[in-house]
């Protein structure tokens, strides 16, 4: 089993910032690739971005050079900094992690979860 927590979530003004964090705890954090995924007030859940166990990244397009996935795995923590926050970017963030080498954009291939972080960004 993994256990996610995540963090850093809150309310912030259009073309603001904020850094989304993702503790993980249970397994060997290393061994798994990470992924953010979000879901908007009566929208499905998406993909936002991923990065593998050796560091690949992966974007969904409406984030793409506003958005940053990283991971520190001596910390068990991957990290999303958002730049450049937009209206639209307003979802619950989840953490989710995946066993082995994919790190795409299928939340099929995500074994475990967090709860997940609230982000408003107001017009």
């Known amino acids: 089993q993994v256990q996610l927590v995540e963090s850093g979530g809150g309310l912030v003004q259009a073309g603001g910032s904020l850094r989304l964090s993702c503790v993980a705890s249970?397994?060997?954090?290393?061994?798994?690739?990470m992924g953010w995924f979000r879901q908007a007030p009566g929208k499905e859940r998406e993909f936002v971005a991923s990065i593998s166990w050796s560091g690949r990244t992966n974007y969904a397009e409406s984030v793409k050079g506003r958005f940053t996935i990283s991971r520190d795995n001596a910390k068990n923590t991957v990290y999303m900094q958002m730049n450049s926050l937009k209206p639209e970017d307003t979802a619950v963030y989840y953490c989710a992690a995946s066993p082995g080498s994919y790190y795409g954009s299928s939340q099929n291939q995500y074994n475990y979860w967090g709860q997940g972080t609230q982000v408003t960004v107001s017009s």
């Open positions: 249970g397994r060997t954090f290393s061994n798994y690739a």
